[in-house]
């Protein structure tokens, strides 16, 4: 591309410079129309030049978000699976503290003399 517009730049220009030598009106608006469709070309180059940075940066924008939501899933899985431990740990403390609650309840209902063997033949007093 950048080819493209040098050459039509310098043959426009030679073509000018020859009208000008020559006085030949035509070579010299020929000589424009050459050298000023390099215009046209050299915007369009700059268009695609342009296009293909904001390109580049919208994938480098893409990456960076792909790889932020990459790791805001690991840390919200990590918290849930913290969660989830300490829940699991509270429950088998509440369950282990309903078993020893049941177990004193279960004794509670015992007489005395059955709870303890060295006793036996004494009378169960049970406190008022």
């Not at 849930?80 to 020893?100: G, H």
Request: hydrophobic share 45%; net charge neutral.
């Amino acid at each position: 591309m950048v080819w493209q517009i040098l050459s039509r730049v310098l043959l426009g220009g030679v073509l000018v410079i020859s009208a000008g030598a020559y006085e030949a009106v035509p070579v010299l608006i020929c000589g424009l129309i050459v050298g000023g469709s390099a215009v046209p070309l050299s915007l369009k180059a700059y268009k695609k030049r342009v296009l293909r940075k904001a390109g580049d940066s919208l994938g480098d924008l893409e990456q960076l978000l792909e790889r932020r939501l990459a790791e805001f899933e690991d840390r919200n899985f990590q918290y849930l699976n913290e969660l989830e431990d300490r829940s699991i740990e509270r429950l088998e403390a509440v369950e282990e503290r309903i078993d020893y609650t049941e177990r004193l309840l279960a004794r509670r209902n015992e007489p005395y003399a059955q709870k303890s063997g060295a006793f036996r033949g004494l009378p169960v007093v049970t406190p008022i």
